[in-house]
Nanobody, 119 residues
């Protein structure tokens, strides 16, 4: 099992930046994939960015060039640097860890952190 805790959300003006952090309760070194998702009011949760154990990041088109995902295995933490924020980035952002065990793939989620971008 792994517990995740997000921090770093808040209110920012359009064009500004925020950095989200996701602290895990145990080592993330062997976790195959960690990512950030977001859910806006009335919308489904969607993937924002993910990073594998080999530090290979993947981004959705709508954040490419603006967001950077990274992981620090020594600190058991995953980050999401968000630059050039837009009003449409407003959402609750969730950290995700995807592990693989005897029962197959399993997803773990944090409680979420609110990001509000004012235009």
């Amino acid at each position: 099992q792994v517990q995740l805790a997000e921090t770093g959300g808040g209110l920012v003006q359009a064009g500004g930046s925020l950095r989200l952090s996701c602290a895990a309760s145990r080592s993330i070194f062997s976790i195959p994939a960690m990512g950030w998702y977001r859910q806006a009011p009335g919308k489904q949760r969607e993937l924002v960015a993910a990073i594998g154990s080999s530090d290979n990041p993947n981004y959705q088109d709508y954040v490419k060039g603006r967001f950077i995902i990274s992981r620090d295995n020594a600190k058991n933490t995953v980050y999401l640097q968000m630059n050039s924020l837009k009003a449409e980035d407003t959402a609750v952002y969730y950290c995700n860890a995807r592990t693989y065990g005897s029962t197959g793939w399993r997803d773990y989620w944090g409680q979420g952190t609110q990001v509000t971008v004012s235009s």
